[in-house]
């Protein structure tokens, strides 16, 4: 015999006997089902934890991979710009030279000119005819030095520019890791932090929720069992009383529970 029939159509004994083992059942049936929702709510934050993990991980992947792209366009912008100043200084000492070489050429064909002169006039073999070639070579060695000069100056400004582009392209490039590192840190520090304040906040509510569940197969238990002790000297209605409750509790706080159960919390 079931205990509704019990309930029912037994004696005042039996009536008590069935009210008492209902009342254990629902608190046999109110942990089972807290124990459950227990056991499926640790296989959630066992996924939640696994996509925690692969989101940071995945995060720092994607900053890695800008880290080393930023590494490598920069050196790239850096040879660049390197190689173009040494081509730049090369081609200066290179025109120096050429320059020079001019110079020498034209000193020489004023001294080739001034000697055709001195012999065309006789005096090639005279003091004024080799005081007039000196001078000239003279003069060729100070264009010389004039252009040698001249090139030395723009030649050590390019050196220092090259320098002074490196130093600050070095600068720049060594912030910008700076900035990229830290942006990883920060970056996965906050994702973590936020995980772990809805992991603790969904951990805190599924206990609730548990509890909560124990709690109301309790009060069912103390209500069918004083509703047994009653039962010795008042008359009422097992039925109404017994099936409200019992529909009541699933209706009312197991099915707001069961509703929420994996329902992230909110702070």
Excluded: C
Excluded at 53 to 67: I, L, Y
Excluded at 128 to 149: H, M, T
Aim: net charge positive.
């Amino acid at each position: 015999m079931s205990w509704l029939s019990e309930i029912l159509s037994g004696g005042s004994g039996a009536k008590r006997r069935a009210l008492g083992r209902l009342a254990s059942q629902n608190i046999d049936a109110f942990r089972d089902l807290g124990e459950d929702y227990m056991a499926q709510f640790s296989t959630v934050m066992q996924d939640f934890t696994r996509y925690r993990n692969e989101n940071v991980a995945a995060f720092r992947s994607d900053m890695e991979r800008s880290r080393s792209d930023y590494m490598k366009y920069f050196e790239q912008a850096r040879t660049q710009y390197g190689e173009g100043m040494d081509k730049a200084i090369s081609e200066m000492r290179i025109g120096r030279e050429s320059t020079i070489a001019l110079s020498r050429q034209e000193n020489e064909r004023q001294q080739q000119r001034a000697r055709a002169a001195n012999a065309f006039t006789g005096l090639g073999q005279s003091s004024f005819g080799q005081q007039r070639l000196e001078a000239i070579g003279r003069q060729g060695v100070l264009q010389e030095g004039l252009i040698r000069e001249q090139y030395a100056s723009q030649l050590s400004s390019l050196e220092a520019q090259r320098a002074s582009g490196m130093s600050t392209l070095s600068g720049q490039y060594a912030q910008g890791l700076s900035a990229i590192g830290s942006q990883i840190a920060t970056g996965s520090s906050a994702m973590t932090q936020q995980y772990n304040m809805a992991s603790t906040a969904a951990n805190q509510q599924a206990i609730a929720n548990q509890f909560s569940m124990y709690q109301h197969g309790y009060n069912l238990a103390a209500n069918f069992r004083g509703q047994a002790a009653q039962m010795a000297g008042n008359a009422f209605n097992p039925f109404g009383q017994i099936i409200g409750a019992v529909a009541g509790g699933f209706g009312g706080t197991v099915g707001s529970n069961l509703g929420n159960a994996f329902v992230p919390p909110t702070q």
